[in-house]
């Protein structure tokens, strides 16, 4: 179901709730790549003398190949957002490639970078979003390139920097108006937070971390992003039945399709009221 639905879902049981794989694939390889990007780039402008406790997000700006520019958002002493610092990585030179412009001199955001900012300020502050981990990563796509009818998508992924653990939920994407100012739509991965912390035996190998889902037929963008992220095989019993794998970039589906009608939609009204969530998930740093 490639350039999803014409208008907004209430909650409720669909057969197709979600983008057709080859969309949530490609989805899944932009959010790793912009998400990567900001990454080493938070690392690198970290290892420099910039006074990182002023820094406010960044926007992630993908050139050719496997390159990128990343600006660091901050804010001044007259309380204004501005860009402090520009980063040029390349991923597939890892960390090491990345080059924190010298002597920056901060400069107001453009127009597209204010709107961006205020796209994910929008998300950020919707009544659906249940911020349950003390800080997420957000990342920011147009929405064009995806069949998507919205400006821009912007998610947020719960995160880590603990050793073994591996957050799977619940994230967040909402599909945000072009000038900025409005969800038209949003969804979450899960119900529910998932913080995966596999335990293996000594002398034992993690063959995979199992997931299934309520929302999604096939490996969402959500669970993708994680596989490729992470660096950890992941199996997933989709809502209608159907087993898949997600080991890197590869996908494969086990076992067919069981009992589509078993899914449920995951794409709420923007404006339906918001449920309410109890969560027994404990705080988990951010790996930024």
Not at 89 to 98: N, R, V, Y
């Amino acid at each position: 179901c490639a350039g999803r639905r014409g208008g907004t879902h209430s909650p409720g049981r669909a057969a197709h709730p979600v983008e057709d794989l080859d969309t949530a694939f490609a989805l899944g390889r932009a959010l790793v790549r912009y998400d990567a990007l900001a990454w080493i780039a938070t690392d690198a402008v970290v290892a420099t003398d910039i006074d990182t406790s002023r820094l406010r997000g960044w926007l992630v700006s993908p050139g050719s190949g496997t390159e990128g520019e990343i600006v660091l958002l901050g804010e001044l002493d007259d309380g204004a957002i501005s860009v402090v610092a520009s980063v040029r990585c390349d991923l597939a030179e890892g960390p090491g490639s990345c080059v924190v412009a010298p002597d920056f001199v901060p400069r107001p955001l453009s127009d597209q970078e204010a709107t961006m900012r205020r796209a994910i300020d929008t998300a950020g502050s919707d009544r659906f979003f249940f911020g349950t981990q003390p800080k997420y990563n957000h990342v920011i796509v147009p929405g064009a390139p995806y069949g998507v009818d919205a400006g821009w998508i912007v998610y947020f992924f719960a995160a880590t920097t603990e050793s073994g653990v591996v957050p799977l939920g619940r994230h967040y994407r909402f599909d945000v108006s072009a000038d900025g100012d409005r969800v038209l739509a949003r969804r979450t991965s899960h119900r529910s937070d998932i913080i995966s912390r596999p335990q293996v035996p000594e002398g034992a190998e993690l063959a995979a971390i199992a997931s299934n889902s309520l929302y999604d037929p096939h490996p969402s963008e959500f669970l993708i992003h994680d596989a490729i992220i992470w660096g950890v095989a992941l199996s997933l019993v989709a809502c209608d039945g159907s087993l898949w794998t997600i080991d890197g970039a590869k996908i494969t589906q086990l076992e067919p399709s069981r009992s589509p009608r078993d899914c449920i939609d995951p794409w709420t009204d923007p404006e339906a009221e918001p449920p309410t969530i109890t969560t027994t998930a404990q705080p988990r740093r951010s790996r930024r």
